[in-house]
């Protein structure tokens, strides 16, 4: 079932379908993450245009094979894509493409990466291996990628950056930070950081 959520933007407004005049770099990024966890919510917050999304609900053959741990509140399930934008400072757009988190749904992440510059992986501190096979569907296909660590109100405090880095097995130069994917600035900073690692491995690649 496709929906969109939010009433129609007025035209000539700032969540007008059109793109700005200073867009100057389209961007395509994965908002990528298990079942769950918060992916559809942050698209939901940043999103300029009335976001699209494939959503279906949770059925009892469903609940068998998706891992309800932590999110037993949830309803709907992403079935094939999430879909936003924003314009950043500087001319850059970002067109988000959230992905499905359940395994079963493998088979359409080489379409929905395809052309992706980078991902932001949203990880839920509560159950952090529920992450381990996205980041490795990102990893296997090459895609430069940060990480976001959604804050849930029962998540554990008492974890360290170094713990948490340790448990994700990163790379020293992956960004790892945490967000509130309901509320769009602090979902703003996280997609930022992700930029901000796809422009510096542009500089390092450029000096070699």
């Not at 969109?4 to 007025?10: E, H, L, Q, W, Y």
């Not at 493409?97 to 949203?122: C, H, K, N, S």
Request: glycine content about 8%.
């Amino acid at each position: 079932m496709i929906q969109t959520t939010g009433p129609r933007p007025a035209p000539g407004t700032t969540q007008d379908i059109h793109l700005p005049d200073t867009a100057r770099d389209l961007v395509k990024i994965l908002v990528a993450g298990p079942f769950g966890v918060g992916k559809t919510t942050l698209i939901d917050s940043v999103s300029e245009i009335r976001p699209l999304h494939t959503e279906e609900p949770l059925s009892e053959a469903s609940a068998q094979v998706d891992d309800l741990a932590g999110v037993r509140d949830k309803s709907t399930t992403t079935v094939a894509v999430d879909f936003g934008r924003i314009s950043l400072p500087g001319g850059v757009v970002l067109y988000l493409f959230g992905t499905p988190g359940q395994e079963r749904f493998r088979a359409l992440w080489d379409d929905i990466a395809y052309g992706a510059l980078g991902a932001l992986v949203l990880v839920d501190s509560r159950r952090i291996d529920a992450s381990f096979d996205v980041l490795g569907l990102v990893e296997e296909s090459g895609l430069p990628y940060a990480v976001a660590f959604n804050t849930f109100p029962d998540a554990p405090r008492h974890h360290t950056r170094e713990q948490l880095r340790t448990a994700l097995d990163l790379e020293p130069g992956t960004p790892m930070v945490t967000c509130d994917a309901r509320d769009a600035a602090s979902s703003v900073d996280a997609l930022l950081a992700l930029v901000q690692h796809l422009i510096d491995r542009d500089v390092t690649e450029d000096s070699r």
